[in-house]
């Protein structure tokens, strides 16, 4: 009987250490970041993932002005995925059309006006939230870009 009951423990043991596996803490590298005075609101954070590059914008929520929240959304580019946000957002400064991407976690939509993009996340329980507004120079900067004015045409 006490046999059994020591193949049970040791077979339980080993069940449950199968299950648990240490990982990584995983690495990230900030491309740029958008400050308002004092404030940081936006950063754009790369970290690699499964061989992936993934970008993480962390940004403060400007829905609710009295609360202190963050938010994040994420992508892993897939070939190009950056580049073509940045231009995409940028082109938009000229446009002024409003434009809607899907992100990995949810929707991010851009609304443009006198020289300026906001954008509105919506995650996947339809949450919104809201970033401040952000010129072309820090958009530039929030990528990691010096400002270059034909980027923007």
């Not at 996947?124 to 034909?150: D, P, V």
Request: aromatic letters at 16%; glycine letters at 6%.
């Amino acid at each position: 009987m006490k046999g059994i009951l020591l193949v049970i423990i040791a077979l339980y043991t080993a069940n449950i250490s199968a299950q648990l596996s240490k990982k990584d803490k995983p690495e990230f590298e900030q491309i740029g970041f958008v400050k308002n005075g004092a404030y940081e609101v936006v950063t754009l954070l790369k970290s690699v993932v499964n061989e992936t590059d993934c970008y993480y914008f962390s940004f403060k929520d400007f829905k609710y002005q009295l609360l202190d929240e963050s938010e994040i959304f994420h992508f892993c580019d897939e070939g190009g995925d950056l580049d073509y946000l940045f231009n995409e957002v940028a082109k938009g400064f000229s446009s002024k059309e409003s434009q809607r991407f899907d992100v990995a976690d949810g929707t991010v939509n851009f609304l443009y006006t006198a020289g300026s993009v906001k954008f509105f996340y919506t995650d996947e329980m339809g949450i919104e939230s809201e970033s401040s507004w952000i010129t072309k120079k820090k958009w530039a900067a929030l990528f990691g870009r010096t400002y270059n004015k034909s980027d923007f045409e």
